[in-house]
């Protein structure tokens, strides 16, 4: 194991102690913060998207916000805005919820447009602009969006523009009966419903990680296979519109995280084929009858993994 991933998978244990199963969506979210990318989670209400984010940011002891999106949410309700302090007669920056290392959007959405793209400079450029001034965000900066699958009145689709910058979509399930027995019993224990987190790494430690990604080593041979999987994508006779070169980049970046995960320098023919459904299926817009259908994009990209052929690495 490399050194420098234990505190990883310390992170990992300590919000299993919470968050009973799904170690390959937590695994998942992990890659996605090592890559320094945004999630989107679309599932139903009740399973634990919220403690998800709020276990994962206490145990690297970063800081958290939440804003629960709604149709009457402003932009000045996420980035913030300039209001007049009435002793100095000066106007003063307030600073909005986005000014934070980890952001739950909640049923991102419910808010319309004008709203949504309040996120889209702070998650491409990291940056936020108020009042013709633009303020930096502070490393790491990651948009967790939930989206309820079930109810689409009053929601406004996310722009595909918005969609491509989330790094990863994934999807958490029902837990199985065994695994809500647990909770059941967790719970009882706990004879409360707060739940306490350990703080098992530092901001510093989560930087020094994301840098320790860039230097895991991948071989030409499987560069080229990353591209014929996404070249494979706006070919397909289902798909109108297949994934860009920035499918093609969450791949790279989401295989050398799995790698460095897994306790390897090197990215091999299985970390690509591990992180691709997540890593595109929300890059893929089906031809209309294939969508009336209730056709499905991870469907479509688990064929080209199987028909398109791995390449031999040594």
């Not at 910058?165 to 224990?189: C, D, H, M, T």
């Not at 004879?191 to 860039?214: G, P, R, W, Y």
Request: a neutral charge.
């Amino acid at each position: 194991m490399i050194p420098e991933n234990k505190s990883c998978m310390s992170i990992l244990e300590e919000v299993s102690k919470v968050i009973v199963g799904k170690r390959n969506v937590l695994e998942n979210l992990m890659l996605a913060i090592l890559s320094d990318g945004h999630v989107l989670i679309e599932d139903y209400p009740g399973l634990a998207k919220t403690l998800m984010a709020k276990s994962f940011a206490s145990a690297m002891s970063l800081r958290f916000k939440r804003i629960q999106f709604t149709p009457d949410l402003l932009p000045a309700d996420v980035t913030g805005t300039y209001v007049l302090n009435r002793k100095t007669s000066d106007f003063e920056l307030r600073k909005g919820p986005i000014f934070t290392n980890i952001l739950l959007a909640d049923e991102v959405n419910r808010a319309p447009p004008r709203t949504q793209s309040a996120l889209l400079e702070a998650m491409q450029e990291k940056q936020v602009t108020i009042e013709n001034e633009t303020l930096k965000l502070e490393k790491p900066f990651i948009v967790l969006a939930t989206q309820n699958p079930i109810e689409y009145e009053g929601t406004y689709p996310l722009p595909e523009a918005q969609l491509d910058r989330f790094l990863v979509k994934l999807s958490i399930g029902y837990p199985s009966a065994e695994e809500e027995v647990q909770i059941l019993e967790r719970r009882n224990q706990r004879k409360t419903d707060e739940v306490s987190i350990e703080k098992v790494a530092s901001l510093d430690q989560l930087l020094q990680m994301q840098k320790a990604i860039e230097d895991v080593h991948i071989d030409q041979a499987i560069e080229r296979y990353i591209v014929e999987v996404v070249r494979a994508t706006r070919s397909h006779q289902d798909v109108e519109v297949g994934a860009s070169p920035r499918g093609s980049l969450a791949i790279m970046r989401l295989s050398k995280a799995k790698a460095w995960l897994n306790g390897r320098d090197y990215v091999i023919p299985d970390d690509v084929k591990t992180v691709t459904v997540p890593a595109l299926s929300h890059r893929l817009i089906l031809k209309p009858e294939q969508w009336l259908k209730g056709g499905k994009t991870a469907a479509i990209i688990e064929e080209l993994l199987r028909r398109i052929a791995v390449p031999k690495v040594d």
